[in-house]
């Protein structure tokens, strides 16, 4: 079982930057990949950023590469986002993703999720 649970949304406006955490427990956080995903009112969770297990390798959506930068610290068992230039289309809650076995780049890849935090950029 792994539990997770994610901080640093809130309100900002549009080229402001926010970072958000991930902080994990329950398992052993540092032999997964994790992963960030998003979901607007209306729509379907989306893919945000992905890395492996290791950090080395990172996976991006063409909306947000170049802006968002997602990294992982294995001693703290917390995976971030750096979320900068933000836009008003950024506007969703963020929800943090473990997969046990697969890199999370679809929701149906991700074993556990977070309760997701809140971030709104404002024109």
């Known amino acids: 079982q792994v539990q997770l649970v994610e901080s640093g949304g809130g309100l900002v406006q549009a080229g402001g930057s926010l970072r958000l955490s991930c902080a994990a427990s329950g398992r052993t956080f540092s032999s997964y990949a994790m992963g960030w995903f998003r979901q607007a009112p209306g729509k379907e969770r989306e893919f945000v950023a992905a890395?492996?297990?290791?950090?080395?390798?990172?996976y991006y959506s063409n909306s947000v590469k170049g802006r968002f930068t997602i990294s992982r610290d294995n001693v703290k068992n917390t995976v971030y986002l750096q979320m900068n230039s933000l836009k008003p289309e950024d506007t969703a809650v963020y929800y943090c993703?473990?997969?046990?076995?697969?890199?999370?780049?679809?929701?149906?890849?991700?074993?556990?999720w977070g309760q997701g935090t809140q971030v709104t950029v404002s024109s």
């Open positions: 890395l492996t297990w290791s950090g080395g390798n990172t």
């Open positions: 993703a473990v997969s046990l076995s697969r890199i999370p780049v679809i929701p149906s890849y991700s074993d556990y």
